[in-house]
Structures are given as structure tokens and as C-alpha cells.
């Protein structure tokens, strides 16, 4: 009935949040927010919420 019964959400393997974290860590050296801004969004979408912290980058599944 298309309730999403034994649908499974694909999560993002924790090597390819790094990779776009490390992306956006390279676009915002760049200056180039938007491209950051767009990939924050991305991973927002998919419930990986991001913590700048003077250590890095931090992130966790919401």
C-alpha cells in the first residue's frame, strides 16, 4: 500500500560523511561557501548533523 513497510533507508557509510566533510572543509578554505553551504544541506538531508569545534569537524546521526 505504499506505507514503506520493509523499505530500508540507505544510510551513508561514516567514510563518505568524512569525505564531504573533508570536501567542505577544502570549499570553505576555497571561500567557496556555497558549495559548503550545499553540502552541509546534503548531509542534513540525511541526518548527519555537523558540529564545527576547534578540533575539526565533529558529526553524528540524528
Known sequence: ???GIGEQVKELPDEEIQA???EREEA???KN???ADEIRDLLTAKG???R????G??????
Open 48 to 50: 548527519i548533523e555537523l
Open 28 to 30: 570553505r578554505k576555497s
Open 1 to 3: 500500500f505504499g506505507l
Open 57 to 62: 569537524v565533529k558529526f553524528r546521526r540524528g
Open 52 to 55: 564545527d569545534t576547534p578540533e
Open 20 to 22: 564531504l566533510i573533508d
Open 33 to 35: 561557501f556555497a558549495r
